[in-house]
């Protein structure tokens, strides 16, 4: 059998429902976060493209910026390699 939690007051008596449901207006909704796609990202040194995993580097004294991603191995091997003679 499961047991319901139900809201009491200081002295243990159980509160009515309409001291406990609260109704709050489209006004008070703070639903920003799920509507908010990730803003998608590219890595300036291999290419890659994403949501996540990216870092953004900044030189203040040269006024540029530019996104890499935050594992080095994984981006320095996604390089693009030259290519090689067959022969």
């Not at 406990?20 to 909704?29: A, M």
């Not at 908010?36 to 004294?61: H, I, M």
């Amino acid at each position: 059998m499961a047991t319901t939690w139900k809201p009491r007051d200081s002295r243990g008596h159980y509160l009515r429902s309409s001291d406990v449901h609260t109704t709050r207006g489209p006004e008070d909704w703070d639903d920003t976060c799920r509507h908010e796609q990730p803003e998608a990202q590219r890595c300036s040194q291999c290419g890659r493209a994403g949501t996540r995993g990216f870092q953004t580097l900044a030189n203040a004294e040269h006024r540029i910026s530019f996104t890499v991603c935050a594992n080095k191995n994984a981006c320095r091997k996604r390089w693009p390699k030259p290519a090689r003679d067959a022969a």
